[in-house]
Nanobody
Framework: VHLVESGGGAVQAGGSLTLSCVAS????????MAWFRQAAGKEREAVVS???????RYADSVKGRFTASQNTGKNTLRLQMNSLKPEDTATYSC????????????????WGQGTQVTVSS
């Protein structure tokens, strides 16, 4: 599957951004999806991941501030980011793996080019 992210930008702390990941084919019931981020000098972090049963997991660092949603008709995984903090600054990338009968094992094999999010204090 081909993935294209958009929506990054520069905001002040406390602001909001919405990231979009558009897939080249339907994702619900077909793919496990995730948003990852990587800041300069830091390890890659899984921010949000969808599970085979439709549930969504969030990293503790973003719970209550970020909300992911899947738009069936547009093959899109959106990430609404509110109350942004400087530590949210990173390159965000969307990743996918085919959903198997065993569910999601977080072995993503497709990813987009990434989109930069910069939060200033």
């Amino acid at each position: 599957v081909h993935l294209v992210e958009s929506g990054g930008g520069a905001v002040q702390a406390g602001g909001s951004l919405t990231l979009s990941c558009v897939a080249s084919e339907p994702i619900i019931r077909n793919y496990c999806m995730a948003w990852f981020r990587q800041a300069a000098g830091k390890e890659r972090e899984a921010v949000v991941s969808t599970q085979g049963d439709g549930t969504i997991r969030y990293a503790d660092s973003v719970k209550g501030r970020f909300t992911a949603s899947q738009n069936t008709g547009k093959n899109t995984l959106r990430l609404q980011m509110n109350s942004l903090k400087p530590e949210d600054t990173a390159t965000y990338s969307c990743e996918a793996e085919p959903l198997s009968l065993l569910g999601c094992d977080e072995m993503y094999n497709s990813w987009g080019q990434g989109t930069q999010v910069t939060v200033s204090s």
